[in-house]
């Protein structure tokens, strides 16, 4: 189906961040056919939705939650986000347990958000690989919802592995365990591929030489260590998640020791060191400041934080991380923007910065021609009224939610 969306207040989140107070956008095959400002005349074929005195916006993308790894509502059965029977399990994949019926997922077109990387969660020093994918798929095949996949490698520092492990009197079960555990396995991936570079030069030794006797055996696959070896190549990037700021500080250092690719998750105290973050040039997947743990990491949690390190030049995206229902996502936002950051900043911390933090900003993050017709009409601007209803949400180019 084709669809010309007519009449609306047009909030495209492009490089210019274009407003068109009253435009027709038309849907064509999935993609965005065209934006054009007023009134047209709508090709043949075009089913036409009046969006007159709403708002359209681009699908809110999380950056960073376990969406369909933890289906709260059927408790453990659904819980499949932590492979906790190894401080580094590098091998294990999101892809292999989401769950494209997860209610999470359909709660989360409610709220706008149309795409999310989910993936393990924190109980593991390092995790495994997150995946990037689409909230709907109308025959509900996660092959189908799949954007990117691996996306990142998910690792973590902070109270979670050493509390996981310490109980079992196992390393880690203390940050300086923890860091250590990292390091080794990187070098372990480093050594691995030493191994195998050793291994394809005495082949081709032998074979220019004719000596096919001399053929070495060929060195045993690792799976952990090749999904490291991803991060190493920055095929992927790595997502640390981290809360104080001497756990920032230990993330950066160790992605700089291995020359990584560095995403921080939550980045609670970013706060206090904000200028540090910004010379060092990462990214910041911020939030939920709406948790409230009896954890002493969570302790200067604060609605402040994203202003503070966007003030200092950080690139942020706000996220979820599954503490919050994401039929009410827009809360997050809102919030931050109640606190210090610019509304169209906090429009951008969950389209456009999201999209090219995690490396998906040719395809979504903003409404232009030829990108994903991802896209969500509003009552009002979600992020200026708390109050606005999502009317219809588009992903793919097809209605994935609609108001009754």
């Not at 393990?120 to 189908?144: A, H, M, R, W, Y």
């Not at 456009?352 to 900003?361: D, L, Q, R, T, Y």
């Not at 993050?365 to 990108?371: A, D, N, P, Q």
């Amino acid at each position: 189906m084709n669809y010309a969306i007519k009449n609306g207040k047009i909030f495209t989140v492009d490089k210019n961040e274009t407003v068109i107070e009253k435009g027709t956008i038309l849907i064509k095959n999935g993609i965005i056919d065209g934006i054009v400002e007023g009134d047209i005349p709508v090709p043949e074929g075009y089913e036409v939705i009046n969006a007159d005195g709403m708002c359209v916006l681009p699908g809110f993308i999380d950056t960073h939650t376990h969406q369909g790894l933890f289906d709260g509502s059927v408790g453990w059965a659904g819980f499949d986000g932590n492979e906790m029977t190894d401080p580094t399990t590098a091998y294990v994949r999101a892809l292999d347990a989401i769950n494209p019926e997860d209610p999470g997922l359909e709660e989360a077109r409610v709220g706008g958000v149309t795409t999310i990387q989910t993936g393990p969660g924190s109980g593991n020093v390092i995790g495994g690989t997150d995946t990037i994918i689409k909230t709907f798929s109308k025959n509900k095949i996660l092959d189908e919802m799949i954007v990117k996949t691996p996306s990142s490698m998910k690792a973590a520092l902070g109270e979670n592995p050493k509390r996981v492990y310490g109980t079992d009197k196992k390393q880690p079960s203390t940050r300086m365990g923890t860091a250590a555990i990292f390091r080794k396995a990187f070098v372990d991936a480093q050594n691995y591929v030493d191994k195998w570079k050793e291994y394809e030069k005495k082949k081709k030794q032998a074979e220019d030489k004719k000596e096919l006797d001399k053929v070495p055996s060929k060195p045993e696959r690792d799976l952990g260590k090749e999904a490291l070896v991803k991060v190493l190549n920055k095929e992927i990037p790595l997502n640390f998640h981290c809360h104080q700021a001497n756990d920032i500080q230990t993330a950066i250092r160790l992605s700089e020791e291995f020359d990584i690719d560095l995403m921080l998750i939550h980045a609670t105290e970013g706060h206090k060191i904000a200028d540090y973050i910004a010379k060092k040039g990462v990214g910041v997947s911020v939030g939920p400041s709406l948790v409230g743990f009896e954890k002493v990491e969570l302790r200067n949690i604060s609605f402040e934080t994203p202003a503070i390190l966007w003030k200092a030049g950080v690139k942020i995206s706000i996220q979820s991380d599954s503490f919050t229902r994401l039929k009410h996502f827009q809360v997050l936002p809102c919030m931050a923007i109640k606190y210090g950051l610019p509304i169209n900043e906090a429009l951008k911390a969950v389209t456009i910065n999201a999209a090219e933090m995690i490396g998906i900003s040719d395809r979504l993050g903003s409404l232009e021609k030829g990108k994903d017709a991802d896209l969500v009409i509003w009552s009002k601007h979600p992020l200026e009224d708390f109050y606005a209803e999502n009317q219809v949400t588009f992903i793919n180019g097809e209605i994935a939610y609609k108001k009754e």
